[in-house]
Every structure is written in C-alpha cells, then in structure tokens.
C-alpha cells in the first residue's frame, strides 16, 4: 500500500507522442492495475472517493485525463476509436502491459473498444452504466455539451432516481466529490466537451448491419452494473451486453439511475470485490 | 442448526382443507423461515442439495409439494391465482407468519401472486428463472406435459446452454440430485403435469390492459437470478421485474440458461448470502 489516497494522491504528468497526459497512481501495487475510465465530460475529481479508495485497498488504481480534457494537453479527438487510441497511448507510456478497466458511461464504450482493439493489454472489465455500440436509444439528443451549467443539478438529475431515497445518496456523493481539497482537476473545456458529445452520438448510431456483430469478441471476465431506472443509457443496454458478451456477469440495483454505483456503493464495493474473488464469472470459480 | 440435511431430513405430512401435504423442513431456526417453490413438473427431490443445504446453514429451510404435486394429495389447480392459494393453506397449517420465499420458474410466478395476495406473509423474494405475469415469449408454446419422459436430456436441454462448460456443470448437477438415497419423492403425476403447464400458460398470456401494473405493488426486497442464455423464459423478463419491482436487485449470469443458479452455484450462495446480509437492497445497507 503506497502512502496516498484519493484525497492526497498528486496529480503526475506524463508526455508522449505529444500529449502530456494528467494522471493519479495510488493505492496497492503488485497486481493488475486497474484503470478508470469516465464519464461525458469529467475529469478525475468526478470519481467518487469511496469507490476509488475502496479500490485501493487491493488493487493500483490508476486515474487519467484523457487527451484534450481536464489537466491533460492534446485535443479530444470526435470518435470513441480515436479516445482509444490516445489512452492506448497513455497506457503505452506508463509501459502497462496488463491492466483491469472500470469503465462509467463514455469510459465504458472506451474500455470496449480498448478490450477489443488490445485483447491482451486489458484482463478483466467493469462497465457502469454503458451501452454497445449502436445500443438503443444512445444518440443522447436530450445532451448537450453545457448540460453542466449547473454540475450539481445535473448530476442529481441525470445519476440518481428521483425519490427520497436517491436523492439523499445523490447530496452525499456530491458531498464526497469535495474531499480532495487540494491539487484539484482542470475543468473539462467547452472544445473537449463538443468533441465527447459527438464522440458518444457516433458510438450510439445504429449501424446498417452487423449491429452488436463485435461484442462475441468480448471474452473478456466482465462486470456490468446498471441503474433500473438509468435516464441517461436505458437499462436494456445493459442486457444486451450481458447476453451478447461472452462472459459478462450483470448487476442491477433498484430505484437508481446512471449513477446506480454512487447510491448503492456498499452493496456494489460487495460485488465487485466478489467478482474480483471469483478469478472469473464464468462458473469456474469453485 | 438441527441434525438434518437436504439427504436425511424425513418428508412430514400435514392435512388441512383435506390436502394432505408433503413437506421437509431442515436448517438452522430461529430466523424467518425460506420456503422454496419449484418448478413445472418438479418434485422436492428437484432442488439441488448444494444449494439448499447452503441456505440451511443461515435459514431454516422448507420444501414441500403443493396440492397435487409429487407425494401430496388432494388436485393439481389449473391457475398460479390457485396454486397460490394452496401454498396459502400449507403456510397456514404449518403456523408461519412470515417466510422468506425462492421461487424458481412456476414457483417465481406463485412467488409474485403469494407477495400480491399476501405481503404481511412475505418478507423477502429470491425469483429464479421467472417472468412476470403476461411477461414476453412466456405462453411455453413449446413445453408440453410429457417434455420429461427423459428427465436427464430435458435438464440438460433446458437448464444450461450448449457449451461445454455449462454442460459439465448440467451433468454435476444431475449427481447432485442423486445425493438423497432414503425417502424419495414421488414423481409428478401426468395429470398435474397437464395442470401445471396450463397454469403457466395461463400467467403468461399477455393481458389487454394494464400489462405488468401490478408489479409495482410488490415493494419487498427482491433478488432476481437469471441466465443470460436462458431458452425458458427469456432473460428480458427479469429485466422488465427488475425495472417495475420497486425495491429489485436484478444478477444475470453468463453461458447459462434456465438452471443458471444450478451452474454458478457458488457466486449465486454468495449473492444470496449478500442480499440477506444487506437487509435490504435499496441503499440502506450503508
């Protein structure tokens, strides 16, 4: 266990290929790193610090600005295939051979097409409120790139249900988000943002043919988590990935939306230490 | 803990509203008691021993066969609606106030009505294999009564996927049933069968109005199981318990089909355990 925490792990830079790539490196080394992975125009200060250090505990965890957003440098390419590319290349530079992706929303299409693109780089999946490519109903035209005028408003509306219940873990997540007080983020630019926007209309786009054709190349041990009520990806994605992924175990916590992972984060710590546990999904596990 | 298990414990009878009623009845007591329903054309001799000796080990466990079924008297009703209120005597007979209850398949359909006619009686719902009333693909138009003249081959068929894997543990499973030497269940008589299967039939016609309303008045907590493979009731239908149910933790597992508890039995003790340990699934296990 190295000294940090979400709270006080420094930001570290890293350039390559001409991007100088933000990043945090904290918790605890010698097995495979685990990567995160976020969402629509977030940067690393958007993770929740329970989950992160919670995470900590047993795995290196690995936060990143990708290419043009937050503290990173670069431009934040139009498609999810490029965003890949960049954090192909950030990995590259960190010299990861192996690593374990949690991916959120965006981070999740991302971490798709890194588990596609490089089988071998990534071992293990998380994917938190994500759809396939071309999945339903993720042309996001409710979005828009200044949605986040009003970040908190946003998030309790778009993360959480609206009952009681939800709202009142939405105020204590947002809560958490201001535990690390110093050596904060950059925000994410209004450029960066256009460019996620466009980038998660294309995933979304229903192609001509062959919709979900790449997913059975997906073998990958995966976690998938979901909100019954998620207002952002429709909870239907979620299934289509799990019956279409080879080796997907699917989770869906009640009266939640696309932040289902920030309300019910004990359960779901639980879970995903259990699939951790389980060396794989896949029935092996005895 | 009493000195019996899923192999030793003797069948007990009891009579009321003259049905004479086949029961076994093992575990650990003290807590609320977890009656099992199973499924069409099963017996008691159907559950698998891993799984509930498991359970017993937290649980006192209940297994019986409902009017007509297996070794007890009295008529096989052609309605869940009746099948439901049968299960209501038995529960009576035996003096219990408040059960937990596992439904898998027909027993999951019983399970929801149980909930709706009775909801001081249920406290907890485990469904397996299950849909909701007037779910999708749910008329079994190709289930007939006679479907297990070779048990093996229908289990096989029908409970795990074609893959080698799922097979295997299709084949650990059938053993499994064996483990019980003494005081066997008696088998399904074909006039149940014919019952059985017209009840199904019936909860699974889609109504003219009001599809799946009555779901949202089933607000105990819940956890549903089922196999992303799933060739007997389609896993969309615990996606649509999932999204309705007010307080549902839904797990979909992967390569599996209507015996997905049967093949990632360990992960599925462990989620089970989870779901009781959490005391509820709707955030409050903080």
Known sequence: MNKYAHETVPTEYIETDGVRFAYRRFGRPGRTPLL???YFNSNM??????VTNSLA?????????NAGVGASGGETPYTVAEMTRDCRTFCAAL?????????FSLGGMIAQQLTLDDPQLVQRLILLGTGPRGGEGMTFTELSA???ADPIAFLLGAFFSP????QAAGRE?????DSRKEDRDLPVSGNSAVAQLAAIREWGTVPASNRYATLKNIAHPTLIVHGSKDIVVAPINALVLA???PNAQLIVYPDSSHGTHYQHTPLFLEHVNLFFRAGDSSGDER
């Open 173 to 177: 997540y947002v809560k958490r988000l």
């Open 45 to 50: 200060d958007a993770w929740d610090p329970v």
């Open 163 to 166: 009952s009681d219940a939800s």
């Open 243 to 245: 019956e279409r992924l």
């Open 95 to 103: 010299g990861l051979s192996a690593i374990d992706v949690l991916g």
């Open 36 to 38: 995160f992975l976020g």
């Open 57 to 65: 505990a047993d795995h290196e965890v690995i936060l990143f600005d």
């Open 146 to 148: 200044e949605e986040q």
